[in-house]
T-cell receptor, first 115, second 114 residues
């Protein structure tokens, strides 16, 4: 158990809908990272938060947004869903990767299926 | 532009064989970080190692070792005396300085047969 929790584990929804994926980082970890893994695109970095502030954006669509709350949990909001958004969404956390001894810990992922 | 290439799509070995997974990267940055991750059949992702661009020392952790060569822009991963539990997809990744963005290779699926 990595200590990172993600809910829900599975989500099935229809095109055009909006969903929210939730991530709780390990206790003490300030950074949260979101990744998408799909058959078409492989593993892609979406966005990173550090202590409530957005730190970096990767290949995140405008239909997607995220935030990190004061208690450090994070939510990834996906709207106007399309079939191509079907993927496994991972969240990871770390204290601060700039510290050489730090490690990223991954949650079990949320599998999103858009029908 | 940053890019990570894992040319080996799938490798099959017999238990106890040594195996090397290749990773070649492209970047114009002088400061960057390289990673390896493991994704076993159960699907979770596991962080294995992070190496910064100024540290070319090889790293060994048990049966795992990593060879970083800036001259060839490679960061290869060797598993010595492979075991069935090593069967997984392994991803190499590159991040910019400050870990602001990550770029992943397409992964190498390793099958270790008993």
């Amino acid at each position: 158990d990595s200590g990172v929790t993600q809910t829900p584990k599975h989500l099935i929804t229809a095109t055009g809908q909006r969903v929210t994926l939730r991530c709780s980082p390990r206790s003490g970890d300030l950074s949260v990272y979101w990744y998408q893994q799909s058959l078409d695109q492989g593993l892609q970095f979406l966005i990173q938060y550090y202590n409530g502030e957005e730190r970096a954006k990767g290949n995140i669509l405008e239909r997607f947004s995220a935030q990190q709350f004061p208690d450090l949990h994070s939510e990834l909001n996906l709207s106007s869903l399309e079939l191509g958004d079907s993927a496994l969404y991972f969240c990871a956390s770390s204290v601060e990767l700039a510290v050489s001894t730090d490690t990223q810990y991954f949650g079990p992922g949320t599998r999103l299926t858009v029908l | 532009a940053q890019k990570v290439t894992q040319a080996q799509t799938e490798i099959s070995v017999v238990e106890k064989e040594d195996v090397t997974l290749d990773c070649v990267y492209e970047t114009r940055d002088t400061t960057y970080y390289l990673f390896w991750y493991k994704q076993p059949p159960s699907g979770e992702l596991v962080f294995l190692i992070r190496r910064n661009s100024f540290d070319e020392q090889n790293e060994i952790s048990g049966r795992y070792s990593w060879n970083f060569q800036k001259s060839t822009s490679s960061f290869n991963f060797t598993i010595t005396a492979s075991q069935v539990v090593d069967s997984a997809v392994y991803f190499c990744a590159l991040s910019e300085a400050n870990f602001n963005k990550f770029y992943f290779g397409s992964g190498t699926k390793l099958n270790v047969k008993p």
